[in-house]
């Protein structure tokens, strides 16, 4: 018995023993597959390139490699968290295998491809964020496994499809961010299930239909943005039953109907309201004034009408209040008496009234609004009387626009006490009288518009104390006097004059030539006379010349064909004389020559401008002669005595040229028969009328089959390859068009459209377009352009920390800023019509050989006919524009139109990652922290501690301490121009003519 005992007892232990070897070693496996599984998953995340992070060494354990976080009790991964690389790869299937995983972020890391459908193994899952990358293809249904997640967040990726139905079952989700996809459809109405739903975010796709009245279910909401769709019909009451809102954002939709008159009641905890842009219609909601937390309020650009409150002085909290482009007002006395009630937000730093029906007086009390007041829009309403004195106490403004109003007397000698503006509007009012002396007061002023108006007598001397000013436009009024040369000798930061239709008397000071960033200069239809003054010759970036309709004699000056930025020329009605400078056909960019109405004679050059009949007007000339056959004028007669010398010279050159030209025809006939021949693709590409003539097949074996090797970049809507064009000397940059991404074919049109048209040594130069199809006959479009053997300023200021090809110096960063800032310039400046790039970023920033910047990818530019800023007739919907998160301006997203504004704001995001070398989308920043703010908070003090440290490597040496001085004053300059243009709210950002100026004030100053 004992002998049994005792074999059963060895028995059992032995089966003990082999149970806990056995656990112990499939332990050991699971962990071993998670290792695996990761290295798999970098190889696709990086693309299988040795040297991407996360630098994991074998020789360690798993768990204690970057990014990598593993639980303590089995030693699985629970946590994987990489962000803000340009690693480029997938997501491999082999995440599916790490079964323990609870958090999962790979945020920023530019991938593509799909989301694997393994992700659905990850049951445990409760954090997945791979937000800001190029993912595609629909969400997958396999995450409805993952029943534990709480967080989801795949914002800023090219996703499509729908808005999964089977997000009803995630019973534990709290937070779901879509925004910034390519999502159709309808708003599930099963979302109505996920009652824990505290954040919502689905805007900025193309999300249409009516918001699903079952969404009023979500008890739990305090975030809810469905803002940039094309949602439609009547917001659902159901929506007015979310007491926890704080954040309500429908704007820029096609919604209507109107608001509930307690709003107070049904959000109680409001913090921002925003609908503008919508059809939404009703009387002002009286019951605002209730909510004591309220910041923000928006209903810009609706169809609002009647009365406001004289209880708004109850919101203590208030910041923004924008109610302009509606039908409030009735023209009434009482209509601006709401403002008085104002007076009592201490926080207001924006009030938005312009594009109304306000009548009334501008009150006295306006004097009593809040001193943090800095953005005040009055325009375009019928406002009447005189500006009150007391104006003069709201002595924290940067921006007054009282502009397209009723508005007589005098300009109140108060305006020379808001020492801060930046920007002053009162224009197309009856203002008269003399301005005031006292406007020299406004040392920091860089735009002063008082155009058509009644003032009169002269310019003010005062204004050179003016020494920022860059726009000046008093046109149309009734000044008289000289120009004064002590206003061209101060101000040399002008870039825009506008002193048209008025009576001004005298000559253009020669001080003229001081003004070495003047773009444009309109002096015409005034009593001027004497000659284009020489110094003209050294305003190396004028664009328009206009001075027509005054007294101006002598000839044309020659000097005018070197300067190669004029477009615009128009000197018609005046005195000169003598014969067209042959210099004028070397202007490349010359769109617009008005000569007419003078005393010209002899020969009209050939070529350039001349080419172009409709650019050019000759007519009151009489004794004008040759020029190219439609202008039908007599041909030229030369002296008898030299008539058989011309002669026989032109016969031989004739003979030469057809010659020649028989001579090259038949080569050209030889080698195309050969080519032919010898390869089954079409001709070699020529040059037919300066456009380059390309076929798929020459695209095809130009960049190698569209070879791997040649790829050099992908973008929104396809892919860059660098390629090499027989007879062609110079590299090219194809740009091939994804034809399945939604919006590619739009964006090919788009930038054909705006960038054949457009000329500027700024902008990456099109070649050509190439429409076609490919062998398979499927369709094909490309874009060809000039090669930029630099790359993409993304590049050099991201992909080349610690490389010693290429660390850009402070001046390099200053010149780049400055070349896209030129680029910008031209597009806003248009007469004809404003682009907006919609889509400035450094990615978009590409260097020649010579660090010379070009803006490009148009795919997303608008174009806005016409250039008045006034005319909400011209405003283009944002709802369609996708841009890039960081750089879109926040207006885009809050119901306002696609402006010119709102690529300055990208500018300057663009401007502070050059300074800090930090992308707008870095980790260190969130919601409470931008680049903006960071930066702005750092400046004059820290500024060192913000400067991307490569900056300062060349001057640390330098132990004066002169040096050092004088950059961190530059860095301090470049700082407040990156964070003046990325102001939030539009009109208080600078302009991009002060931006020039203030930017060539820094090169100056760089040692």
Not at 594 to 603: R, T
Not at 817 to 832: G, I, Q, T
Request: aromatic share 8%; charged share 15%; net charge neutral.
């Amino acid at each position: 018995m004992r002998i049994v005992m005792s074999s059963f007892l060895f028995f059992a232990i032995q089966v003990l023993v082999y149970y806990i070897l056995s656990q112990t070693n499939a332990l050991s496996l699971t962990s071993y597959t998670d290792k695996l599984s990761l290295l798999a998953l970098k190889e696709k995340l990086t693309n299988g390139v040795p040297d991407s992070l996360p630098s994991w060494n074998e020789s360690q354990h798993f768990c204690d490699w970057q990014g990598v976080t593993c639980g303590h009790r089995h030693m699985r991964v629970t946590v994987l968290h990489f962000e803000n690389q340009t690693w480029g790869g997938t997501l491999g299937p082999s995440l599916g295998n790490l079964t323990f995983l609870r958090i999962l972020k790979l945020q920023n890391l530019a991938l593509h491809g799909e989301i694997p459908a393994q992700i659905g193994r990850l049951k445990r899952l409760q954090v997945l964020n791979l937000r800001n990358n190029k993912l595609q293809g629909e969400i997958p249904k396999e995450l409805a496994n993952c029943t534990n997640i709480q967080v989801l967040e795949l914002l800023e990726n090219r996703l499509t499809g729908r808005v999964p139905i089977w997000f009803g079952s995630m019973k534990q989700l709290t937070t779901l961010i879509l925004e910034w996809n390519n999502l159709v459809g309808t708003i599930p109405s099963s979302l109505q299930n996920v009652t824990s739903l505290q954040y919502l975010s689905l805007t900025d796709n193309y999300l249409e239909g009516t918001i699903p009245y079952s969404l009023g279910k979500l008890s739990s909401l305090t975030y809810l943005t469905l803002a940039l769709n094309n949602l439609s019909g009547e917001i659902p009451h159901s929506l007015y039953n979310l007491s926890n809102i704080q954040y309500f954002d429908l704007g820029e939709n096609k919604l209507f109907g109107s608001l509930p008159s307690n709003i107070n009641l049904v959000f109680p905890n409001l913090i921002a309201f925003l609908v503008g842009q919508n059809h939404i219609s009703g009387n002002f909601p009286n019951s605002i004034s209730n909510l004591t937390e309220l910041q923000r309020f928006v209903i810009g650009g609706n169809s609002f009408n009647g009365p406001i409150p004289l209880t708004l002085g109850q919101l203590k909290k208030l910041e923004v209040f924008n109610i302009g482009v509606n039908n409030f007002g009735s023209g009434g006395a009482s209509d601006l008496d709401f403002l008085s009630s104002l007076t009592n937000s201490t926080q207001l730093s924006t009030i938005i009234l312009g594009q109304n029906k306000f009548g009334s007086k501008l009150p006295d009390f306006i004097g009593n609004l809040s001193i943090n007041l800095e953005y005040f829009d009055l325009s375009e309403n019928q406002i009447y009387g005189e500006i009150p004195e007391r104006i003069g106490q709201l002595i924290g403004l940067t921006y007054l626009d009282i502009g397209y109003n009723s508005l007589e007397g005098a300009i109140p000698n108060s305006i020379g006490k808001l020492t801060n503006l930046v920007r002053l509007v009162l224009e197309k009012n009856n203002l008269s009288g003399n301005i005031p002396t006292n406007i020299g007061n406004l040392t920091i002023l860089s735009e002063l518009y008082l155009s058509a108006n009644k003032l009169e007598g002269n310019i003010p001397v005062s204004l050179r104390y003016c020494t920022q000013l860059q726009m000046l436009s008093i046109s149309e009024n009734k000044l008289s006097g000289d120009l004064p040369n002590q206003l061209f000798r101060h101000l040399d930061g002008l870039i825009y004059i506008e002193l048209y239709n008025n009576s001004l008397t005298a000559h253009i000071p020669s001080e003229i030539g001081n003004l070495k960033h003047l773009s444009k200069l309109y002096l015409a239809s005034n009593n001027l006379s004497g000659e284009i003054p020489k110094e003209l010759a050294a305003c190396l970036t004028l664009t328009r010349l206009w001075l027509k309709g005054n007294f101006f004699h002598g000839e044309i000056p020659s000097f005018l064909g070197s300067l190669r930025s004029l477009e615009i020329i128009d000197i018609s009605n005046n005195n000169f004389s003598k014969t067209i400078p042959f210099e004028l056909k070397n202007l490349i960019f010359l769109y617009v020559l008005d000569l007419s109405f003078n005393n010209l004679y002899g020969e009209v050059p050939i070529g350039g401008v001349f080419s172009n009949v409709t650019a050019i007007s000759l007519i009151g000339n009489k004794n004008l002669c040759g020029g190219i056959p439609q202008l039908k004028l007599p041909r030229c007669v030369r002296a008898s005595s030299k008539t058989n010398k011309h002669s026989l010279k032109r016969k031989f050159i004739i003979i030469s040229v057809i010659g020649g030209v028989l001579i090259s025809f038949i080569a050209f006939t030889i080698v195309h028969f050969l080519t032919r021949k010898s390869k089954k693709l079409p001709s070699s590409p020529s040059l037919q009328n300066r456009a380059l003539r390309v076929t798929y097949g020459e695209l095809h074996e130009a960049t190698n089959g569209f070879s791997s090797a040649n790829l050099v970049g992908t973008g929104s809507f396809g892919s860059v390859y660098k390629g090499s064009l027989l007879n062609f000397e110079r590299p090219i940059a194809v740009k091939v068009l994804n034809l399945e991404t939604r919006g590619a074919v739009k964006s090919f049109v788009a930038e054909c459209k705006a960038l054949g048209k457009m000329k500027h040594r700024n902008l990456v130069k099109i070649l050509t377009c190439c429409s076609s199809v490919d062998y398979n006959g499927e369709d094909f479009k490309a874009i060809v352009f000039e090669f930029m053997s630099n790359g993409s300023l993304e590049k050099l200021l991201h992909d080349n920390e610690g490389s010693e090809n290429h660390s850009l110096s402070l001046l390099q960063r200053v010149d780049i800023a400055l070349d896209v800032a030129h680029a910008l310039d031209y597009l806003h400046h248009d007469e004809d019509q404003v682009v907006v790039h919609c889509d400035i970023k450094p990615s978009n920033v590409l260097l020649d050989e010579d660090i010379v910047a070009h803006l490009g990818d148009f795919g997303l530019a608008r174009l806005i006919h016409g250039a008045a800023e006034h005319s909400s007739k011209d405003q283009v919907s944002s709802s369609t524009i996708k841009g890039t998160i960081g750089y879109l301006p926040p207006e885009y997203g809050a119901g306002g139109p696609v402006s010119s504004q709102g690529d300055i704001y990208s500018y300057g995001i663009l401007v502070l990652e050059m300074l800090t070398g930090k992308r707008p989308i870095d980790n260190m920043f969130c919601e409470n922290v931008s680049l903006h703010q960071f930066c702005k908070m750092k400046i004059p003090e820290q500024i060192l501690e913000v400067v991307d440290q490569r900056l300062l490597e060349p001057f640390v040496e330098d132990q004066t301490g002169i040096v050092e001085n004088k950059v961190r004053k530059c860095l301090v300059m470049f700082t407040q121009i990156g964070v003046a243009c990325s102001e939030e709210f539009p009109n208080q950002r600078m302009l991009i003519k002060d931006v020039i100026v203030r930017l060539n004030e820094i090169k100056s100053r760089l040692p």
